[in-house]
Nanobody
Framework: QVQLVESGGGSVQAGASLRLSCTAS????????MGWFRQTPGKEREFVAS????????EYQDSVKGRFTVSRDNAKNTVYLQMNSLKPEDTAVYYC????????????????WGQGTQVTVSS
């Protein structure tokens, strides 16, 4: 059982930056594809970004391309989401998730989930 703990959320003004972190309990973290998702009340959880277990392949939702960067440090069992030029529409609870296999953009493809961290961007 992989346990994931997110941190780094907060309330910022539009245009600011935040870096989210997600730390895994398992040393096998390095074997997992990691994903970031976000969710607002009444909406489906949506894909934000994912990164391969080696870190050499990433995928992003179109709306965050060029603003968000996903990275990982397998020695620290941690994946990051650097969010720049934040917009009010980025406001959501952000979740990290883990899966075996290849990159995937669908929440149902991920087996393990963190508890989420709130990001609020005001205009």
């Amino acid at each position: 059982q992989v346990q994931l703990v997110e941190s780094g959320g907060g309330s910022v003004q539009a245009g600011a930056s935040l870096r989210l972190s997600c730390t895994a309990s398992e040393r096998t973290f390095k074997n997992y594809v990691m994903g970031w998702f976000r969710q607002t009340p009444g909406k489906e959880r949506e894909f934000v970004a994912s990164i391969s277990w080696t870190g050499d392949r990433t995928e992003y939702q179109d709306s965050v391309k060029g603003r968000f960067t996903v990275s990982r440090d397998n020695a620290k069992n941690t994946v990051y989401l650097q969010m720049n030029s934040l917009k009010p529409e980025d406001t959501a609870v952000y979740y990290c998730a883990a899966r075996s296999g290849v990159l995937a953009p669908t929440a149902n493809d991920y087996r393990y989930w963190g508890q989420g961290t709130q990001v609020t961007v005001s205009s």
